[in-house]
T-cell receptor, first 116, second 111 residues
């Protein structure tokens, strides 16, 4: 079946503009995660959603970052008033069941964001 | 916050050689995971470890969950060109669902 998909694959924007990044999780996966990967670094957790529960936003770096998950499926990560330090690869992952300790997170290919 | 120290940062090895990389944590983890990331792709899970002392193999890959629950290593035996990529350790502690990642090991296999 289809894996996690993300769009766009690349995004170039000007400083100060808003951007929206989209994630389509694997069908049936109830948990969805957003991570950020800066050049040469590991992944940094941003936010995750589980079913209809309130999202865990503890990793969002500032109030310019927000995310939604509509209908328990597709998620959109929005960055307002982008800054150059926002340039990174934004990765989305989904997993089957939050409450299983041995759940596996499956990652999408990422969106490469460049803020000029 | 939690930090994972992953080493080495990069490795250059000859095809056929074995390679080892490791991660240490400032806090106890209850899950250790090893991922590989190819250029332009998301990370792909290689091995998952859930118990202290656990040793798990996946083909030429072997990983162990340290007995102190603060470290893990990954070994790759008889390396081949397709092993090239960035290897990340990741861990999960307590009731957290999100993963904490190391900074990665860039592996280059020379013919």
């Amino acid at each position: 079946g289809a894996g996690v998909s993300q769009s766009p694959s690349n995004k170039v924007t000007e400083k100060g503009k808003d951007v929206e990044l989209r994630c389509d999780p694997i069908s049936g996966h109830t948990a969805l995660y957003w991570y950020r990967q800066s050049l040469g670094q590991g992944l940094e957790f941003l936010i995750y959603f589980q079913g209809n529960s309130a999202p865990d936003k503890s990793g969002l770096p500032s109030d310019r970052f927000s995310a939604e998950r509509t209908g328990g499926s597709v998620s959109t990560l929005t960055i307002q008033r982008t800054q150059q330090e926002d340039s990174a690869v934004y990765l989305c992952a989904s997993s089957l069941d939050r409450f299983r300790l041995q759940e596996t997170q499956y990652f999408g290919p990422g969106t490469r964001l460049l803020v000029l | 916050g939690q930090q994972l120290n992953q080493s080495p940062q990069s490795m250059f090895i000859q095809e056929g050689e074995d390679v080892s990389m490791n991660c240490t944590s400032s806090s106890i983890f209850n899950t250790w995971l090893w991922y590989k990331q190819d250029p332009g792709e998301g990370p792909v899970l290689l091995i998952a470890l859930y118990k202290a002392g656990e040793l798990t193999s996946n083909g030429r890959l072997t990983a162990q969950f340290g007995i102190t629950r603060k470290d893990s290593f990954l070994n790759i035996s008889a390396s081949i060109p397709s092993d090239v990529g960035i290897y990340f350790c990741a861990g999960r502690s307590g009731s957290a669902r999100q993963l904490t990642f190391g900074s990665g090991t860039q592996l280059t296999v020379l013919p």
